[in-house]
Nanobody
Framework: QLRLRESGGGSVQTGKSLRLSCKVL????????VAWFRQAPGKGREGLAALQTSDGSPAYHRTLEGRFTISEDKGTVYFQMTDLKPEDSGIYYCAALFTGGSVFTVENYGLWGQGTQVNVSS
């Protein structure tokens, strides 16, 4: 049974960087996309970036400012975040999409990790 395990969150100051990891326990090729979502306090989950597992092609939400990079290596999907700001704080989830549809739509994802907390202080 496929599972996702996130790690790498923490508390940092504005301007610092963090790299989140999403270990896919199982065959990553059984997914179509693996994505990172963020849930800020009091808000719903929003899609940030997704990676097409067949060829590693990334997709970024149009609202991102170019500070984040998604990549994959040996079954782990990474989310590199630079120049962090307080508004980047929240719980970060990785999720796997097995069928078609928008890669930034929460309802399209059938498997979620437990989340990892990121806190950015000013």
């Amino acid at each position: 049974q496929l599972r996702l395990r996130e790690s790498g969150g923490g508390s940092v100051q504005t301007g610092k960087s963090l790299r989140l990891s999403c270990k896919v326990l199982g065959d990553i090729k059984s997914t179509k996309w693996v994505a990172w979502f963020r849930q800020a306090p009091g808000k719903g989950r929003e899609g940030l970036a997704a990676l097409q597992t067949s060829d590693g092609s990334p997709a970024y939400h149009r609202t991102l400012e170019g500070r984040f990079t998604i990549s994959e290596d040996k079954g782990t999907v990474y989310f590199q975040m630079t120049d962090l700001k307080p508004e980047d704080s929240g719980i970060y989830y990785c999720a796997a999409l097995f069928t078609g549809g928008s890669v930034f739509t929460v309802e399209n994802y059938g498997l979620w990790g437990q989340g990892t907390q990121v806190n950015v202080s000013s």
